[in-house]
């Protein structure tokens, strides 16, 4: 059985296993990345709701555990992604 059966096998719509697949592409050695949401759109060709939607999916899931980073002053950058 490989990696993604169980992701092609779920419930999940096809949003939501193609951007997991994508993040999982990109992950570092502890399973951890930190594209923006308008890379990710831009690399897939989604939209940037469509990727919002899926990575909401992924969360409720229990496959994805989302985190904000801040810059030091006090602006947002890329959310912190780490495959569960």
């Known amino acids: 059985m490989g990696y993604f059966d169980s992701i092609y096998s779920s419930s ?5 296993r193609a951007v997991y697949m994508y993040l999982k592409d990109r992950t570092n050695k502890d399973g951890v990345c ?6 990710i759109a831009r690399e897939m ?4 709701a469509t990727v919002c939607r899926a990575l909401n999916d992924l969360c409720k899931a229990g496959l994805l555990a989302k985190n904000e980073r801040w810059r030091e ?3 947002r950058t ?3 992604y780490k495959i569960l």
């Not at 999940?12 to 939501?16: F, G, K, Q, S, V």
């Not at 930190?34 to 890379?39: A, G, N, R, V």
């Not at 060709?45 to 940037?48: A, E, F, P, V, Y």
């Open 12 to 16: 999940l719509p096809h949003r939501a």
């Open 34 to 39: 930190w594209p923006s949401i308008k890379t």
């Open 45 to 48: 060709n989604l939209s940037r």
């Open 73 to 75: 002053n006090g602006g």
């Open 78 to 80: 890329s959310n912190l």
